[in-house]
């Protein structure tokens, strides 16, 4: 085993050694501390913006139901030609449909770009969970 011999000047030294070390370190901590906290506010503003996602995809729900329920009346309008008994002209009918395409079209857009958004944050706020719950 290597005895290590104690003196004065190698305490001193070690001294030393450790103060310049414990002031760096200190300076990392403040550093760290100033990054926390500015994480803090920083979460509770994503912690807002994810509240607001939630809220546009209840819009997006409520939009499909919408759309749902007059492609419901456009089928029974479809049904009253069909039997003869519509009072509105296949034109009307016509045009009725293509403003539902239209409808449809922006949908499938919104529901992509939200898609596409979500499932991105999602994916990034678990990898951020479990770089927050790791051991250090």
Same mark, same amino acid.
């Given at each position: 085993?290597?005895?290590?011999?104690?003196?004065?000047?190698?305490?001193?030294?070690?001294?030393?050694?450790?103060?310049?070390?414990?002031?760096?370190?200190?300076?990392?901590?403040?550093?760290?501390?100033? #990054?926390?906290?500015?994480?803090?506010?920083?979460?509770?503003?994503?912690?807002?913006?994810?509240?607001? !996602?939630?809220?546009?995809?209840?819009?997006?729900?409520?939009?499909? !139901?919408?759309?749902? #329920?007059?492609?419901?009346?456009?089928?029974?309008?479809?049904?009253?030609?069909?039997?003869?008994?519509? @009072?509105?002209?296949?034109?009307?009918?016509?045009? @009725?449909?293509?403003?539902?395409?239209?409808?449809?079209?922006?949908?499938?857009?919104?529901?992509?770009?939200?898609?596409? !958004? !979500? #499932?991105?944050?999602?994916?990034?706020?678990?990898?951020?969970?479990?770089?927050?719950?790791?051991?250090?």
């Amino acid at each position: 085993m290597d005895e290590h011999i104690i003196t004065t000047k190698s305490m001193q030294a070690d001294h030393q050694t450790w103060l310049a070390a414990h002031a760096q370190w200190r300076k990392d901590i403040e550093r760290w501390q100033a #990054e926390h906290a500015s994480a803090v506010g920083r979460l509770a503003e994503i912690q807002r913006t994810i509240q607001e !996602h939630g809220e546009c995809l209840q819009e997006h729900s409520r939009a499909f !139901h919408t759309f749902e #329920e007059s492609i419901g009346a456009h089928e029974r309008e479809i049904a009253k030609q069909i039997r003869g008994s519509n @009072e509105q002209s296949h034109d009307v009918v016509a045009n @009725e449909h293509q403003e539902q395409e239209g409808v449809f079209s922006r949908q499938k857009d919104a529901h992509e770009r939200i898609k596409k !958004h !979500h #499932e991105g944050v999602m994916a990034q706020l678990k990898a951020l969970e479990a770089s927050a719950v790791a051991p250090m």
